[in-house]
C-alpha cells in the first residue's frame, strides 16, 4: 500500500520568490521609472535657459550636460559640445552650483508608493495567502486553528507491491472470516440482492505483534480500495470538540471515497468505557470524542461501501455501546500463531533476506514457541544481522537459532568472566533442570543447555522445546514444570550443600504455576472449581487480582507453599537417586559451555 501524500511547497519557496520579485523591480523597474523625469533637450535649449537665469544647477560630465530648472523640479539633459566660454556664461548669468553630481530623485507620490504601499501589498498578499493554506489545512472556516479540526488520517491507495493475504501468514481463522468483507466490497449487489448487510464495523482483538495492521491493510489491498487509516490517540486534543471534529472530518473523507475502508488503529485510546461521574479536562473530550463516533457509525446507511476496520489489545476496556450490534457488529479474534502458522510466517520473513538451502524451519517454529509475529520477523532480521558480522553472504540454522536466544535471552556478554567455582554452580543449576525435566514424564524435551552469561542478566538457561501444538496442561504436567523450575536450586544443594541467587526468576515462575493451580484452576482439593482471582488484560500480560476474604488468601498462601515444597523435595529426590549423571554432565557442560539436547541425552543414557 503506498500513502497518498499531496506535494507541498515549503512557505520558504514563496518568500524566495517574492524577494526575487522585488530584486527584479529594483534593478529594472526603478532606473526606467527615473529616467522618465529626465527630459532630454538640444544645446540651443541650454543655452537659452542660461541667459533667461532659469537654471539652478548644472553638472557637467565628459560625455553629457545634466541641468534643472530654477525651482530644481525637473531635470534636463543634453550632449557636450566645444565651448570654451561656458564657465564665464554660466556665471555671467548667476549660476554658482555646478559640477556637482545632481542625484535623479523619484517623485514624492511614486516614493511613497514604493516605501509603504507596496510593501504593505506584498506582506498583506503573503499573510493572506498563509491564512487560507492554514484554514485549508484547519478543515474550513470554522475550524479554531492550525489543523486541529481536520482529521490525520493517512490515505492508502493498492500500489504494484501492495500487501494482499498472501502476505500474511498465521492468522487463517481471521483471514476467512475478512476474506467475506473483500467479496462484499468486491461485489455488493449480490448481497443486497438477497437483503443481507454487512458489518458496519470490525474489531480485531489480539496480543500486540500479531499482525492486526497488516490484515486491515491486506483486506484494502485485496479489495483495491482506498485506506484510511489513523490511530486512535489522533482524536484525542487538548482542546474540547476537536476529537469529535476530526471525527466527523474522518467519515465525510470516507463518504466521498467509498467503497473505502478505515482503520482505527488502538481504539481503546477512544472507546474506554465512560463513567458516570461526568469527567473533566481530557477525559471529557475523550467521551465527546467517543459520542460522536458512536453517532457518525449509526449515521451510515446500509450498504454504502464504507467498512469500518478498528484494533486493540484491551477489547474488555471498550464501551458496551461501541461494540454493540449495529457498529462493531463483528469480532475477529487475532491470537498468536500456533506450530504450523510460525513455521509459514517465517518462511514469509525469510524471503527478504538470503537463507542457506539447509535451514529447517520447522525446528525453527518449534524453538519459538509463543512468539508474535513480530518477534518471528525480528528473530529473521537479527539472523540476517549475525550472518552479516560473521562475514557470511547468507544466513543458516546456527544463526537463526541464535537469533532466538537473542530475542529469549539477549546477547551473549563477552566480557562476562565467571570464576571457577560460580561456573560450575551454574553447570550444576542448569544441568538440574535438564535432567529433573528428562527424568519426568510429558515433559517437554531439552533442546540446549548453556553457561554462557546473556545481557538479560541470565548466567545460563536450559531450553526446552515442544514437539507440537499444546493447548492443554492437565495437573501433573503443571507439577512437573514446578519440579522442574525447583530442579536448579535442589541442584545446587544436592552437589555444593548450599544455595545461591541464581534461582531466582525459577522461584518467581514456579511460584505463579502454583498459586494459578490453586486460584484459577480449581487444581486443589480445599477450594475445588472455585474461582479465587480474576484475570484482566488477557492480551497484556494477563494481570490477575484475588477475589476473596483475607482469610481465604492466608489460605492460598499456605497451599502455595504446600504445593511449591512438595515439587522441590521430589526435585532434590530425583538428583540424589542420580547423582552420579548430575555430576558427569555438570562437568561436561562445564568444559564444552554449551551442549545440544542430543549430547545431553546421549550421557545420560549411556
Not at 385 to 407: C, N, P, W, Y
Amino acid at each position: 500500500m503506498n500513502e497518498v501524500k499531496r506535494p507541498r511547497k515549503p512557505l520558504i519557496y514563496y518568500y524566495a520568490v517574492v524577494i526575487m520579485v522585488l530584486s527584479l523591480f529594483n534593478f529594472m523597474a526603478m532606473p526606467w521609472l527615473m529616467e522618465q523625469r529626465v527630459q532630454e533637450v538640444d544645446y540651443g535649449t541650454f543655452m537659452t535657459m542660461t541667459e533667461q537665469q532659469d537654471i539652478g544647477r548644472v553638472d557637467i560630465q565628459s560625455n553629457q550636460i545634466v541641468f534643472t530648472n530654477k525651482e530644481e523640479t525637473q531635470i534636463y539633459k543634453t550632449g557636450v559640445l566645444e565651448d570654451p566660454n561656458l564657465t564665464e556664461r554660466l556665471y555671467t548669468a548667476g549660476i554658482t552650483n555646478f559640477g556637482a553630481e545632481i542625484v535623479q530623485e523619484t517623485s514624492p507620490l511614486l516614493s511613497f508608493m514604493l516605501t509603504w504601499i507596496l510593501p504593505m501589498l506584498v506582506f498583506t498578499a503573503i499573510g493572506q495567502f498563509a491564512s487560507k493554506k492554514m484554514m485549508d489545512k484547519a478543515g474550513g472556516p470554522n475550524a479554531m486553528s492550525f489543523n486541529m479540526g481536520k482529521s490525520n488520517a493517512k490515505v492508502y491507495v493498492k500500489s504494484s507491491d501492495g500487501i494482499s493475504f498472501a502476505d500474511v501468514e498465521g492468522v487463517d481463522e481471521a483471514e476467512e472470516s475478512l476474506a467475506e468483507i473483500v467479496d462484499y466490497l468486491h461485489d455488493p449487489s449480490k448481497y443486497k440482492e438477497i437483503g443481507a448487510t454487512m458489518p458496519k464495523g470490525v474489531l480485531l482483538v489480539g496480543p500486540p505483534g500479531t499482525g492486526m495492521t497488516m490484515l486491515a491493510k491486506a483486506v484494502a489491498g485485496e479489495a483495491n480500495v482506498p485506506f484510511f487509516s489513523i490511530s486512535g490517540s489522533e482524536f484525542v486534543e487538548m482542546f474540547v470538540g476537536m476529537g469529535a471534529s476530526k471525527v466527523r472530518d474522518l467519515f465525510k473523507q470516507a463518504k466521498e471515497k467509498a467503497p473505502c475502508i478505515v482503520f482505527i488503529d488502538e481504539i481503546d485510546a477512544i472507546g474506554q468505557k465512560r463513567n458516570t461521574g461526568g469527567g473533566m479536562g481530557g477525559n471529557d473530550e475523550r467521551e465527546q470524542t467517543l459520542n460522536q463516533l458512536l453517532t457518525e457509525m449509526d449515521g451510515f446507511e446500509g450498504n454504502s461501501g464504507v467498512m469500518i476496520l478498528a484494533a486493540t489489545n484491551r477489547p474488555e476496556s471498550l464501551d458496551p455501546a461501541l461494540t454493540r450490534p449495529g457498529r462493531f457488529d463483528r469480532r475477529v479474534p487475532v491470537e498468536l500463531p500456533d506450530l504450523d502458522g510460525r513455521e509459514k510466517i517465517l518462511r514469509v520473513h525469510s524471503k527478504k533476506i538470503k537463507v542457506a538451502d539447509d535451514v529447517d524451519f520447522k525446528v525453527i517454529a518449534r524453538m519459538a514457541s509463543g512468539a508474535s509475529g513480530a518477534e518471528l520477523a525480528n528473530i529473521i532480521n537479527e539472523a540476517a544481522l549475525r550472518a552479516v558480522r560473521d562475514g557470511r553472504k547468507f544466513a543458516t540454522q546456527a544463526d537463526l537459532e541464535e537469533s532466538i536466544e537473542v530475542v529469549i535471552a539477549g546477547y551473549q556478554k563477552k566480557n562476562a568472566i565467571l570464576t571457577d567455582k560460580e561456573k560450575m554452580a551454574v553447570a550444576y543449576h542448569e544441568i538440574g533442570h535438564a535432567l529433573v525435566a528428562a527424568l519426568q514424564t510429558n515433559s517437554a524435551p531439552v533442546q540446549k543447555i548453556t553457561i554462557v552469561p546473556r545481557t538479560s542478566g541470565a548466567l545460563g538457561y536450559t531450553m526446552q522445546v515442544e514437539q507440537g501444538n499444546h493447548y492443554l496442561m492437565t495437573k501433573e504436567e503443571i507439577e512437573n514444570k514446578i519440579a522442574t523450575y525447583a530442579g536448579g536450586r535442589a541442584a545446587e544443594e544436592v552437589a555444593l550443600g548450599s544455595v545461591s541467587t541464581g534461582a531466582s526468576n525459577d522461584i518467581e515462575q514456579a511460584t505463579k504455576l502454583a498459586r494459578a493451580m490453586i486460584t484459577r484452576y480449581g487444581m486443589s482439593e480445599e477450594f475445588d472449581m472455585v474461582a479465587l482471582e480474576t484475570v484482566t488484560n488477557q492480551y497484556l500480560g494477563g494481570d490477575a487480582s484475588l477475589a476473596c476474604s483475607a482469610e481465604t488468601q492466608t489460605k492460598v498462601d499456605e497451599l502455595v507453599v504446600k504445593l511449591v515444597k512438595k515439587q522441590h523435595n521430589k526435585a532434590r529426590q530425583m538428583l540424589m537417586d542420580n547423582r552420579q549423571k548430575l555430576q558427569e554432565l555438570s562437568e561436561y557442560l562445564y568444559e564444552k559451555e554449551t551442549i545440544t539436547g542430543e549430547e545431553f541425552m546421549q550421557i545420560l543414557n549411556a
